[in-house]
């Protein structure tokens, strides 16, 4: 069934003329007061069309964009053509951003539920913390040696003293305090996916009841020195976004004038580290 206005006279190729020009000025003038005047003219002139029965297209007097064009200007309520380009360019501009601020919040949904987003920006906080993952640990047998020279400290820097070819264990630093004592800093790193995680360290990772992340220490270091052994007694557990890191004391209280006098004669000495424990977290599905 058509309008009340098809219904009261214009129909079939002059009632399609008017609903195009209908939707035209519904799209290019403002004010419903403009536009519904400028409808009633021309609803005027298709019906005078349609009695004489002349085509549609004859009440613009050529061609149609030229007519259009016209009613535009004569109308205080009508977008200039520059202003009907911003305008459609502005909800073309609306509808791309509409469209990526989906997209991205999509992406955004995905990352998070999928665990890319945790593990890029937490590590193994994400992994620590989060329920989904199960955390199973197990020792690692063996004593994991690194030689060392004290009279070049920097030289020591970043050797590894553990790699599986997942997990690496580095000295980090090796540094002196002036009065024959040293202390031996090491970082533990991991290999991290959304699906699982696996470090080697000789500090365990806990789940606090709470929780939280938690960490303790678990494993031991001594130092050689020729024949003779000495234990180094922990000084720092830490936290990190790649693993964990620990520092050992070296010839410390009773051991460091003995200590001192073997350094000087040998100058090297090798670092023995035992008591690692694997932990490996498994997304449960």
Known sequence: MGSKRENEGLSGPYWAEFRRLHQRLCRDIAPVDDRREALDGIYTL????????KPPQSVYG???????????????????REGRRERW???????ALAGLLVLGLCVGLVAWYSGWLGIHTRGIDYLAENTRYTLARKPVEGVFSLEVDLNDLADSQGKTIYDDGQCVIRLAALRQDGQGKYTAFFQAEGDFSQKEGRLVSAVE?????????????????QAQVG?????????????G?????????????????????????????????QGLVEMEWRRSE
């Open 241 to 273: 976004e790649e693993g964990n890191g620990f520092a050992f004391s070296l010839f410390g209280g009773q051991n460091g004038p003995a200590a001192a006098q073997m350094i000087d004669e040998a100058g090297r000495i090798t670092l023995q580290l």
């Open 205 to 221: 990772e806990l789940r606090t009841p709470t929780g939280q992340r938690g960490i303790c220490l678990a494993g031991s270091l």
């Open 227 to 239: 024949n003779t052994v000495y234990t180094a007694g922990c000084t720092l557990l830490s936290e």
């Open 46 to 53: 298709l019906l005078e069309a349609q009695a004489q029965k």
């Open 62 to 80: 050529g061609s149609f964009s030229d007519f259009y064009e016209a009613l535009l200007e004569a109308l205080p309520g009508a977008y200039s």
């Open 89 to 95: 360019a502005w909800k073309i501009g609306l509808g």
